[in-house]
């Protein structure tokens, strides 16, 4: 039978298809031995896969599936969107595959069936997967509009290379709008295109859009994201969002901003602010509960104090 040791080494690496374990090298006697798990028709592993990352796990259930790509919440998961998608979190995989080939039907498959344009997959990390923003309206039937929105803000956003190692946004404007011209009838279509009026090229974290949407809705201006704000005394300064016509800087405060390090520059940043005029606004994940209405009531009141008047004196 032999032992596990006398596997290749590249089989520990994550689960594999038969094809896979015989070109390695291996026998069809070796891969009955006992610790040989068998997580699917074709597809095996040599131990426990709780560590290893979604595209490996995902990778041999796309080669043992013609002309598919991993999928939905399998795809969203693996591109590391922001946001909230029910079932993002199930172990289970998500199969697309091209019409007019079947519905993917096997042991620990989500199986869908659909068209692809051929710039909708690509080829990531060993695995076929569908492109970012067809993920984006493929997850849309499950998604609330302001949680589609947060993902299309991600994939709008300009990256900074010093940290990233990008240069260019995920998306732009245009493709995701030529992406829904393309696919009319499609199940969350709609909703899609409402979050896609509703995105802003600029907010840097789901927080951030999530607060975006509130204050719009909260009947307030839209805020400017991320712009870099030029102080009276020469200083420039950057807020999450801000509002230049009434000298409103709105910040928001993550878990990031709790070490010492960073609670002694966000001091020096309130100071700037206060020097020159400026009132800073500070948000937190507490202020961002039941619907947000207590950061927007924070904002609202700073800018009823800097001279700003809606133009509905009830709101």
């Known amino acids: 039978m032999g032992t596990p040791n006398r596997f290749p080494q590249v089989l520990f690496n994550g689960p594999f298809t038969l094809e896979d374990a015989l070109a390695a090298g291996t026998s069809y006697g070796r891969l009955r031995h006992r610790d040989v798990i068998r997580l699917s028709r074709g597809i095996k592993s040599l131990g426990n896969d709780t560590d290893i990352p979604l595209a490996l796990l995902t990778r041999p259930f796309t080669l043992v599936t013609g002309y598919s790509a991993a999928s939905h919440a399998t795809a969203f998961?693996?591109?590391?969107?922001?946001?909230?998608?029910?079932?993002?979190?199930?172990?289970?995989?998500?199969?697309?595959?091209?019409?007019?080939?079947?519905?993917?039907?096997r042991e620990g498959v989500v199986g869908h069936r659909t068209h692809f344009n051929d710039d909708e997959v690509e080829f990531h990390e060993g695995l076929w997967i569908t492109t970012r923003i067809r993920t984006w309206l493929d997850c849309a039937r499950r998604m609330s509009v302001d949680e589609i929105v947060v993902v299309a803000d991600h994939l709008l956003r300009v990256p900074r290379p010093a940290f990233e190692g990008r240069h260019q946004p995920h998306a732009t404007v245009d493709e995701l709008a030529c992406l829904l011209r393309r696919h009319k009838g499609t199940p969350g279509i709609r909703k899609a295109r409402e979050a896609l009026s509703m995105a802003r090229i600029g907010s840097d974290s789901a927080p951030e859009t999530r607060l975006r949407l509130a204050v719009v809705r909260g009947g307030l201006p839209?805020?400017?994201?991320?712009?870099?704000?030029?102080?009276?005394?020469?200083?420039?300064?950057?807020?999450?969002?801000?509002?230049?016509?009434?000298?409103?800087?709105?910040?928001?405060?993550?878990?990031?901003?709790?070490?010492?390090?960073?609670?002694?520059?966000?001091?020096?940043?309130?100071?700037?602010?206060?020097?020159?005029?400026?009132?800073?606004?500070?948000?937190?994940?507490?202020?961002?509960?039941?619907?947000?209405?207590?950061?927007?009531?924070?904002?609202?009141?700073?800018?009823?104090?800097?001279?700003?008047?809606?133009?509905?004196?009830?709101?």
């Open 77 to 105: 998961t693996i591109w590391e969107f922001p946001g909230f998608l029910p079932a993002a979190g199930d172990r289970a995989v998500h199969i697309a595959r091209q019409f007019p080939h079947t519905t993917p039907r």
């Open 222 to 315: 839209e805020p400017c994201l991320n712009l870099p704000v030029r102080l009276a005394s020469g200083l420039e300064r950057t807020p999450d969002q801000s509002f230049p016509d009434h000298c409103v800087a709105v910040e928001y405060d993550g878990a990031t901003h709790a070490t010492p390090e960073q609670v002694v520059r966000d001091v020096a940043r309130e100071e700037d602010y206060a020097r020159n005029g400026w009132t800073q606004v500070r948000i937190t994940k507490r202020h961002m509960e039941n619907d947000a209405r207590s950061a927007v009531a924070k904002i609202r009141n700073a800018l009823l104090a800097n001279g700003w008047r809606p133009a509905n004196p009830q709101l």
